[in-house]
């Protein structure tokens, strides 16, 4: 495996023993919902941590990574990152298979660049020759508005980047429209039902009301509001390339894109769907 730079990389089973053992004395449904509740906080809570403490969180992947490998492997060139754990996000590597590999000699890492790909390989930027039949590549992925989808409003082309992002799902001015995008610090899928919670309450709304149209529009009060990175404290190159082409956040309710899990399930399924700013018609 060549990378330009490190990754953290936890390593994890790919049984939930708890969960299997829930499911042997409890309904399944019961077991679904303590098995979910379970794994959630304990992504929030490591996650939390990370942000307070990042040291703290930093040294228990490397030393894991270390207690993997064993101290006699350059834990500190290939798999000590420059950023904070959950800046970016953090790699898993179900029931260790990658340093089991590794041990074996069957997998290895090189951090270094690539300088040009030739008839054997790839040369890095160091001068090394890394022969090999396949390259997949892992790079170069950079983050759109609706996968670049042309959206016209009264035959008017939408820049999205001129928009304010509704609850991280809407688009301020946009009429009918609501798209989906998980969490980057939590599973991607959280967000995702919760959303579509959320657009089948508002939709149940339309039609008691008669509705044909919602449409997201700024307030009075929020003239003039900053303007704030749809995602913050997340630095991925994938995702920093075009945040200039995706839609601000705001300072305040809705206008914003917390990315928490805890908050989200409180908005998308008890807040009023009627709240003053998503207008009907």
């Known amino acids: 495996m060549l990378q330009r730079s490190p990754t953290y990389l936890v390593s994890r089973p790919d049984v939930d023993r708890i969960a299997n053992r829930l499911n042997k004395f409890l309904p399944a449904m019961l077991a679904y919902r303590i098995t979910r509740w379970k794994n959630t906080n304990m992504q929030r809570f490591f996650y939390r941590r990370s942000r307070k403490k990042p040291e703290d969180v930093k040294k228990f992947l ?32 179900t029931n260790g298979d990658l340093f089991s590999d590794m041990r074996k000699g069957r997998a290895s890492v090189v ?18 020759q890394l022969d090999c039949d396949i390259i997949i590549t ?24 001129d928009t304010w992002s509704y609850k991280g799902l809407a ?4 009429p009918n429209l609501s798209s989906s995008f998980g969490y980057v ?3 991607w899928t959280l967000r995702t039902d919760l959303i579509c919670e959320y657009v089948c309450r508002l939709l149940n709304h339309m039609e008691s009301i008669g509705a044909v149209e919602c449409t997201p529009r700024l307030r009075p009060e929020d003239a003039g509001m900053p303007e704030r ?17 995706m839609p601000h956040q705001g300072d305040r309710a809705p206008w914003i894109n917390p990315q928490d899990y805890a908050h989200d399930r409180k908005l998308f399924r008890k807040s009023h769907v009627d709240d003053g700013v998503m207008r009907f018609r």
């Not at 030393?63 to 420059?82: A, C, M, N, W």
């Not at 951090?111 to 090394?128: K, L, P, Q």
């Not at 688009?171 to 946009?174: D, K, N």
């Not at 990175?229 to 082409?245: C, I, K, L, N, S």
């Open 138 to 161: 892992a790079t170069g992925l950079s983050m759109v508005t609706l996968g670049e989808v042309e959206f016209t409003l009264d035959g008017a082309p939408i820049d999205f980047a």
């Open 171 to 174: 688009y301020s001015g946009v």
């Open 229 to 245: 990175a749809w995602v913050e404290g997340f630095t991925p190159g994938y995702m920093q390339r075009h945040m200039d082409r």
């Open 62 to 93: 490397i030393d894991s990574v270390r207690k993997q490998l064993g101290e006699d492997f350059d834990v500190e060139r290939h798999f000590t990152p420059s950023y904070n754990p959950w800046d970016q996000r953090v790699c898993l590597v």
């Open 185 to 187: 610090n939590a599973s």
């Open 111 to 128: 951090t270094d660049t690539v300088a040009n790909f030739n008839e054997t390989g790839i040369e890095t930027g160091s001068g090394e």
